[in-house]
C-alpha cells in the first residue's frame, strides 16, 4: 500500500526512521502491523489527554458548585 494511503504522522515517522538510519530506499516490511499499533497509541494518547481535560472540567464545575453551596 502506498504511503500516501497511511495517516500523515505514521508517514512522518516512517520517513523520518529512514532518513535518520541512512537508508537509501523506503522500503517498510512491517508497514501494516507497524500502523495497527500506531493507530492503537494514538487512540491510547487522544484517550488520556480527554480523560485528562474531562477531570479538570469536573474539578473545576465542581469548584464552583461547592463554593456556592458552602456560601
Keep these: ?33 507497524d500502523f495497527q499499533k500506531f493507530l492503537i497509541n494514538k487512540k491510547k494518547n487522544y484517550d488520556a489527554a480527554n480523560e485528562i481535560d474531562f477531570r479538570k472540567a469536573t474539578d473545576e464545575r465542581g469548584d464552583d458548585l461547592w463554593s456556592s453551596f458552602n456560601a
Design 1 to 33: 500500500m502506498p504511503l500516501q494511503n497511511y495517516d500523515e504522522a505514521f508517514a512522518k515517522e516512517l520517513i523520518t526512521k529512514a532518513i535518520s538510519s541512512g537508508w537509501k530506499a523506503f522500503h517498510f516490511p512491517n508497514t501494516s502491523n
